[in-house]
């Protein structure tokens, strides 16, 4: 197996893009190609997950691979919920490094306001058990609630925590060009002061409107080559040292322990143990947090705080931009953006320039070992990844 | 007419498993089809719940109960909740109802109702 | 004898009570200032609603082109009871609400427009202008419609209005919903939010002048993008179109 290296990376805004989905995969990938000087490439993944429902395309990687005028390479769609990104990753890894490419582009894209704010809940609410939860109007935010209903029941959570999350994101985001919300919150405006209810609505008790992540839309890339092309692109170098995978049952109810992520958990474990370092040894995280209530659950699941002090350490300020393990610096899902199959790929895009020291305002001092989580789902497919900085 | 939920109860080994799975999730041994359809109990324990203030499109109300209830067998259910103050623990009953509707199907499914 | 045709052209116009100006806090800390605005102040307010006239997305447009219409009727005294509250922040425009009064028991609700997006501004504002129907001019009854889906879920499905489709509202003549007075003090709790008195300096601020939002929806920049996709209803922007690409 040889090392897989990241060479080039390249980003949309997230936000509301007036652009076809189609061009939201390619300008990415566009950039990426420019910033390393690449003029062809083997093979190209792309992650998505509406494409047929929302945006009326199938075959969404030959159209892309077209638009970016890069016939005839191969190309596949990759589909595994909002954790498509870190999957499509995955597959691009395994083309690396088992020899069959040299040059791998993914790129992660979602459209998702091409339909109305329902439509795109909805959608999304297709990933639940079709008989066991859709049918009774279950979404994401609906399992989201019940799931915080216990965690806050079971380890002291409160809601004034699951506002620091929303906080301190946004302010990560400021520093962030490519995020979709630039304004920062405050504990005052949305849980303190007597209009927080009609500023923070309720969405699924205990969850409101500033602990869920917005729509976006939005594109990423990442381009994955051997060692030779990485040293000859001339920026540092990036390896992608660790990769886990986990799944869970389909219905939330069929959890042992209904407050456990076990799928993070293993993905996570597996992740470190084949980059060979311990979750104390990473420098800067990307998890997923669609809702705010994830930030805390898998920073723990994962294994960077003991189980049950995820929001302790919040609370001191260990996950801040200053502190010892910086959380979603780039402002997560939650402020970033959530444009579902380009989020994993968004995730590998923040690490990749942390590690390379390009994060300008939000850099994390130092940052030589960063890690992704990428929840699919409500946690029944769970991928994550580890980099590392090399020289 | 009374009617239920179903359980697909493992030919091999007698697992009741809700919902259902090609493989017995219990003993991985039963061929295709090797399950016998028992209805699942209707009495339970809440163990989480939620009011969803964002409902999908097909429902026009402000809020829907949702929640988690751990039956009288052990099996876990979803389900929508009819239940004014619903508490955590509390014993609930239910009744299989119209749950969803969208422009030409019914869907049926569980409602609790306090116990 | 000379005959005062501008006497002739004007309703008759009543004296009513002003809207007490209150202050909210929002999600950003942001402190926003709610109150009502005189006819001297229109023409510092219309144009920053005529840029939007352009926007051809979530009906902006079209709302944006009433309203333009409802203020300046306004301003030329050719609407007969009409009332007009802005919100500010900082002093600049953040949203603009009107309605007028039929009767003395029945008001109409004319627009809500949200010039700053992303801060439930537009809730904020609704709110504001429901208020001043049922709790200071004493109304029984205002009769509402939605020009986008988003008005529609916000108002008509979460306060459960009720149907007054027998009754044709003034914007385009259709059936209208009704907040009665009984709806209103139900929904008191999260329709009744602010503060009073605005402190003194917020007033000030707001009221030495209606500065320019610093973030107003805009026309696309590549009118053309949008229409390579199948569904471009997001950006659809084909009068904008006609107009730049028009001489092509």
């Known amino acids: 197996m040889r090392d897989v290296y990241a060479v080039g990376i390249g980003i949309t805004s997230f936000t509301r893009l007036d652009y076809p989905l189609v061009e939201i995969a390619a300008y990415p990938g566009l950039m990426a190609m420019r910033e390393s000087g690449l003029e062809k490439i083997d093979h190209l993944y792309v992650a998505n997950m509406g494409a047929s429902r929302i945006n009326h395309q199938t075959g969404l990687a030959s159209a892309v691979i077209d638009n970016l005028s890069l016939t005839p390479a191969g190309a596949e769609a990759i589909e595994n919920g909002p954790a498509s ?9 395994m083309a690396v490094a088992s020899g069959l490419h040299n040059i791998v582009m993914v790129i992660g894209a979602e459209r998702m306001r091409e339909v109305n704010n329902l439509e795109a809940t909805d959608y999304v609410a297709t990933l639940t058990h079709p008989m066991a939860e859709y049918i009774y109007g279950v979404t994401l935010p609906a399992l989201a609630g019940m799931f915080t209903r216990l965690y806050m029941l079971k380890y002291g959570v409160t809601a004034r925590h699951l506002a620091m999350v929303a906080v301190k994101n946004h302010r990560n ?14 504990l005052e405006g949305i849980l303190d002061s007597p209009e927080a209810l009609t500023n923070n609505p309720i969405v699924a008790d205990p969850l409101r409107f500033y602990d869920c992540c917005p729509v976006s839309d939005g594109g990423a890339c990442v381009i994955l080559a051997t060692g030779d092309i990485a040293k000859k692109a001339g920026k540092p170098m990036v390896r992608l040292a660790g990769i886990g995978q986990a799944t869970d049952t389909h219905a939330v109810h069929d959890r042992k322990e209904p407050t456990d992520l076990l799928a993070v958990r293993e993905a996570a474990r597996q992740s470190f143990k084949m980059a060979g370092i311990e979750p104390g040894d990473v420098d800067v995280a990307e998890l997923h947090d669609a809702f705010t209530i994830l930030e805390i659950a898998e920073s723990e699941e994962v294994g960077f705080f003991p189980r049950g002090q995820g929001h302790l350490a919040l609370e001191k300020g260990e996950t801040s931009l200053g502190g010892i393990l910086p959380i979603n610096t780039s402002g997560g899902l939650k402020a970033r953006g959530h444009p579902v199959g380009a989020t994993g790929v968004a995730q590998a895009h923040e690490i990749i320039v942390q ?11 130092d940052a030589r070992i960063g890690f992704t989580c ?10 994550c990844l580890t980099f590392v900085k090399e020289g | 007419m009374e009617m239920s939920i179903y359980g697909y109860k493992c030919i091999k080994c007698g697992h009741v498993q809700y919902p259902y799975r090609t493989i017995c999730k219990n003993c991985h041994k039963n061929n295709h089809n090797e399950f016998e359809i028992v209805p699942l109990p209707k009495k339970g324990k809440l163990l989480t719940f939620t009011h969803l203030y964002a409902p999908p499109s097909d429902y026009e109300v402000v809020s829907l109960g949702l929640g988690i209830v751990e039956l009288e067998d052990g099996n876990r259910i979803t389900g929508q909740l009819k239940i004014d103050q619903p508490q955590i623990g509390m014993s609930v009953a239910g009744r299989v109802e119209v749950v969803r509707r969208d422009e030409y199907n019914k869907y049926w499914g569980i409602v609790f109702y306090p116990a | 004898m000379a005959v005062d ?8 116009e009543a004296e009513l009570p002003g809207f007490p100006p209150k202050f909210v806090t929002l999600a950003s800390g942001e402190d926003m200032v709610i109150r009502q605005v005189s006819r001297d102040e229109i023409p510092d307010i219309l144009p920053y609603i005529e840029p939007l006239i352009r926007v051809e997305r979530d009906f902006y447009h079209i709302v944006a082109a009433r309203v333009y219409a409802e203020l300046l009727s306004y301003y030329t005294h050719r609407v007969q009871d009409e009332y007009v509250l802005v919100a500010q922040i900082n002093g600049e425009l953040a949203s603009v609400v009107n309605g007028r009064l039929v009767n003395n028991d029945l008001g ?4 809500t427009m949200a010039l700053r997006r992303g801060l439930r501004v537009g809730a904020h504002a609704f709110a504001a202008k429901m208020e001043y129907h049922m709790d200071i001019l004493g109304q029984k009854e205002v009769l509402i419609v939605a020009e986008s889906p988003i008005g529609f879920r916000r108002w008509m499905i979460e306060y459960k209005l009720e149907k007054r489709f027998h009754i044709p509202h003034e914007l385009g003549g259709v059936p209208s919903w009704a907040l009665t007075r009984e709806l209103f003090d139900r929904a008191r709790q999260s329709l009744v939010v602010g503060r009073r008195p605005v402190p003194e300096h917020l007033l000030v601020r707001a ?6 939002p610093s973030d107003p929806p805009t026309p696309p920049t590549d009118l053309l993008a949008a229409t390579r996709s199948m569904y471009d209803s997001t950006a659809t922007a084909l009068i904008e179109q006609r107009r730049r690409l028009g001489d092509i």
Not at chain 1, 85 to 93: N, P, T, V
Not at chain 1, 173 to 182: E, P, R
Not at chain 1, 374 to 383: D, H
Not at chain 3, 108 to 111: C, K, N, R
Request: glycine share 10%.
């Open chain 3, 108 to 111: 109409m609700s004319y627009h």
């Open chain 1, 85 to 93: 990104g870190a999957s499509a990753i995955k597959q691009g890894y």
């Open chain 1, 355 to 365: 590690l390379r020291g390009q994060a300008e305002k939000r850099q994390v001092k």
């Open chain 3, 5 to 12: 045709l501008e006497k002739i052209l004007r309703p008759p």
């Open chain 1, 173 to 186: 985001a400021m520093n962030n060009f490519f995020a979709h919300l630039h304004e920062e919150v405050t």
């Open chain 1, 374 to 383: 990428n929840f699919g789902g409500f946690g029944n497919n769970v991928v």
């Open chain 3, 207 to 212: 009221k030495t002048a209606i500065l320019p």
